[in-house]
């Protein structure tokens, strides 16, 4: 985002002294560096107008550049000044006349103050605007003070039912800031949480990704969700491991050992995040209890494949991340043990995915860690690195690394009869490509077209054969 500065003077000059306000989270960010010293770069450039007509409002940022109305109902105009664009919006007071984001009256004008603009925004650490150009605070409602308090407060107990998304956004802010609910806020969630469940896929997920990006420690929010009653209606299969306890290598229950492996793994990528809150999700359904006691969770990983899969599809996230986490549940309770035949360690890498080993190898470290025990020798470090010393070696892991192709299994195929002549393949190429990889999985030394060729003509000969003995 460009310095804020060179645009807030060039909209000062082309509006009449004190009309212009900066609002939103940049305001926000702005009490919190000069509160604590830590510089935050403005990610939105919102703007009010106050005092001014629409039309005026438009003919004087066109001095500037492009401007034009993309919410004439809401009075809010896109202006692009050298090169960046920016909402600049007149002020506006909204009547909430059912349950969603969407059911509101909206009235917008001379005559709406901007204490009204910022009173319909979500919590009082966001109801700041800054004058411009003189960088006055105008917090009419102490907004100000929730954030010195490290708190998240509503001004009216019914913003939950107005927009349910905001008890969402309540969380990963706790998350992100590391800042607490009040107890109005929990007992206004809790009234609303049923709400939620009418809040859009992509808008649930677009904030459960801000606060598994964004924030240093995730189960913040997650925890805030299950405390304010969200979670069973967000995350429901998340919630379903609160309480159901393990086995001796677990400290905790399924839930608290989510949270602590979520924790664990790296900040900044989703699909891990998303992988370690997730990793277990399958355990809840696949529980057993052997006559010591002792919890089992057979095949939980591959239930939890599937789980994860509905889970993400269900937010909408994009195809390529939920083949990826799913693959990291399904493969994350893999033998680590460094004493593993090459070709062993070359079936893991090819389960696996050469893409995806380094963030294999990190879940691990999160889950051990997410055990809540002490660390129990290091296998782990060992197998990894007998595996990066094979995967360096670069073997055939595919059949698109195999130097015998699908024009030469169909030649081949036609000749032994298999295939009509001008067949362009089908079931039997794959399959007798597969039988190849099985060969050079084994040894890649037998990754050459000679070699290939001559264990193709044998698989075929063989099968000939026995197809004329039936």
């Known amino acids: ?62 001095r500037l550049g492009p401007a034009d109305v993309v919410g004439a109902s809401f009075a809010v105009v896109k202006s692009t000044i050298d090169g960046t664009t920016v909402d600049v919006a007149l002020p506006r007071r909204e009547r909430s006349t059912g349950v969603g984001h969407r059911d509101f009256t909206v009235e917008w004008g001379r005559d709406v103050s901007l204490e009204e603009d910022l009173a319909r925004r979500d919590f009082r650490m966001n109801m700041l605007a800054r004058a411009l150009p003189g960088g006055e605070v105008f917090d009419p409602y102490n907004g100000v ?156 990983e591959l239930v939890g494949e599937e789980m994860t899969r509905e889970i993400l599809e269900r937010l909408r996230f994009p195809n390529d991340q939920i083949s990826d986490v799913a693959r990291l549940v399904r493969h994350h309770m893999y033998a680590a043990d460094p004493t593993q035949e090459p070709k062993t360690i070359r079936r893991f890498i090819r389960r696996v995915g050469p893409d995806l080993l380094e963030r294999q190898f990190a879940l691990r470290a999160a889950d051990v860690v997410g055990s809540g025990l002490p660390k129990r020798g290091d296998n782990n470090e060992y197998f990894e690195a007998h595996v990066w010393s094979i995967a360096g070696e670069r073997p055939p892991l595919g059949v698109h690394d195999l130097l015998f192709g699908g024009d030469d299994a169909i030649a081949l195929l036609v000749t032994a009869g298999r295939l009509p002549r001008g067949s362009r393949g089908g079931p039997e190429v794959g399959r007798l490509l597969n039988a190849l990889l099985e060969l050079v999985l084994d040894d890649p030394a037998a990754n050459t077209p000679e070699r290939l060729h001559a264990e193709a003509s044998r698989i075929l000969s063989q099968e000939n054969a026995l197809r004329g003995d039936s």
């Open 145 to 300: 003070a929730d954030i010195e308090a490290e708190r998240i407060d509503l001004l009216r107990d019914e913003a939950f039912e107005e927009d349910p998304l905001r008890m969402l956004r309540a969380c990963q802010f706790a998350a992100r800031f590391g800042y607490r609910l009040t107890d109005r806020t929990l007992a206004a969630m809790r009234t609303a949480a049923p709400l939620v469940a009418s809040v859009s896929p992509e808008r649930v997920r677009d904030e459960l990704v801000k606060m598994l990006e964004q924030a240093p420690q995730p189960s913040i929010g997650i925890e805030w969700m299950r405390v304010g009653g969200i979670l069973p209606f967000v995350l429901p299969e998340v919630a379903e491991g609160i309480g159901v306890m393990q086995n001796r290598f677990h400290a905790y229950d399924v839930y608290r050992h989510a949270l602590v492996t979520l924790d664990a793994t790296p900040a900044g990528d989703l699909t891990l995040r998303l992988s370690g809150l997730l990793h277990d999700v399958g355990k809840p359904r696949t529980k057993t209890v052997d006559d010591d006691g002792e919890g089992h969770f057979h095949r939980h």
């Open 1 to 62: 985002m460009p310095d804020p500065g060179p645009i807030d003077a060039a909209l000062a000059s082309v509006l009449p002294e004190g009309a212009l306000f900066a609002v939103g989270g940049r305001v926000r960010d702005e009490v919190r560096t000069a509160l604590d010293g830590q510089p935050r770069v403005a990610k939105d450039l919102d703007y009010v107008v106050t005092g001014l007509g629409l039309e005026e409002l438009v003919e004087r940022l066109r």
